[in-house]
């Protein structure tokens, strides 16, 4: 069976892409012959080498919602990106196409469409990105994360399958941290995630409560690899050493850090993107979210409060980080005996634990028909 796989070339898109292509491999074997197409990013490239995908690459525009003068640039990228996409699945002719959504996604789903080659895609947030509300016409299945999304696509052929979970992200091993780190088990652990590149929002606001906030709680801090030496400079400022009383700060995690993090952590600090989410609820961990304001149709944000709104996590919008509001929500969670065990219990909704499973089943059903 062939197979493209397409998406955008963030990890947003390609962390879940890669959960689903690791199950159509197990289910297919050596039959699987795969071929991502994407946008050329550095992490695109990466990433397919580190997997051993196939890939190929076409001009993809992006249609920005401010005046910027690439968009008139761009306008001209998505008919190249178009024949360049009918050329490649010529050559190709998959048996079905599976898309995570993104603007490189919709010349290569519209050459589908053209070649009446079946496609599913997926959709990681509440409020669906632009080119997944575009493509639904032309797809033959549509697979969401959030019961919110469902309203945006033709109901018979959408269904609520949840976000895939890396593996990578899974599992993990709390005491060979604590050991690691020199915490002790005696005090809570709270962690700060900023996303992939960090957040200076949150570095910020997290760095002015360290005195008050270590009094009581060891804290894991993954900065962003720019601002690593930033926030440790802030933090030496204000009397705390990094790698000392309990202060560990990072500029980047790989899988088994992130794992081992989100396994001992009793509260997490984070922003609202959906892998975020799901790998925090995978590990049945209560969050504080603080969604990017700038966020493509504020979709962080309406992630963020779909959890809020069943009780699985709390929200604190960018205007309203200011200090004593941060650490009175930081304690109020962490020391409540109620309130941590109940966003634990119902951020687990947010957890498919098969749903790259489920979605991998789909992808290779659409390819037998």
């Not at 580190?50 to 249609?63: D, F, H, L």
């Not at 898309?99 to 496609?119: D, E, F, N, T």
């Not at 959890?307 to 004593?324: F, I, S, W």
Request: overall charge positive.
């Amino acid at each position: 069976m062939r197979i493209v796989l397409t998406g955008g070339g963030t990890g947003g898109h390609l962390f879940p892409l890669l959960a689903v292509t690791k199950k159509i491999k197990e289910k297919l074997g050596p039959e699987a012959q795969l071929l991502y197409i994407g946008s050329g990013a550095p992490m695109e490239r990466q990433v397919m080498q580190t997997e051993g995908i196939p890939a190929k690459y076409v001009a993809s525009g992006k249609m920005r919602r401010y005046f910027s003068f690439q968009n008139f640039v761009d306008i001209f990228k998505v008919p190249i990106g178009f024949v360049q996409s009918l050329w490649i699945l010529l050559w190709y002719m998959p048996d079905v196409v599976f898309s995570k959504g993104g603007y490189v996604a919709v010349p290569v789903v519209l050459a589908a469409r053209i070649y009446r080659i079946p496609v599913m895609i997926h959709e990681s947030d509440a409020i669906p990105g632009t080119a997944n509300k575009f493509l639904a016409k032309y797809a033959t299945r549509i697979a969401v994360a959030y019961p919110e999304a469902q309203s945006y696509f033709p109901m018979k052929k959408t269904a609520l399958l949840g976000n895939p979970v890396r593996e990578g992200a899974l599992g993990g091993n709390p005491p060979m941290l604590l050991k690691q780190l020199g915490f002790t088990e005696s005090k809570k652990t709270l962690l700060v995630m900023g996303g992939s590149q960090g957040s200076e929002i949150i570095n910020k606001a997290v760095v002015e409560i360290l005195p008050q906030l270590l009094k009581n709680v060891q804290v894991i801090h993954q900065t962003g690899d720019k601002n690593y030496e930033v926030v440790v400079r802030m933090a030496g400022e204000r009397g705390v050493k990094a790698g000392r009383d309990g202060y560990a700060p990072v500029n980047f995690m790989d899988d088994k850090l992130l794992r081992d993090s989100l396994e001992l952590c009793d509260l997490v600090i984070s922003r609202a993107g959906a892998n975020s989410i799901a790998e925090i609820a995978a590990h049945a961990k209560p969050a504080i979210l603080i969604p990017l304001s700038s966020s493509a149709n504020d979709h962080q944000r309406m992630n963020a409060y779909a959890l809020a709104q069943v009780g699985g996590a709390l929200v604190l919008d960018e205007p309203n980080l200011g200090a004593n509001m941060l650490l009175g929500k930081i304690e109020q969670i962490m020391f409540s005996e109620d309130k941590a065990p109940q966003m634990s219990e119902r951020i687990k909704a947010f957890y498919h634990p098969h749903a790259a499973e489920v979605i991998a089943n789909g992808v290779i059903e659409l390819g037998a028909m």
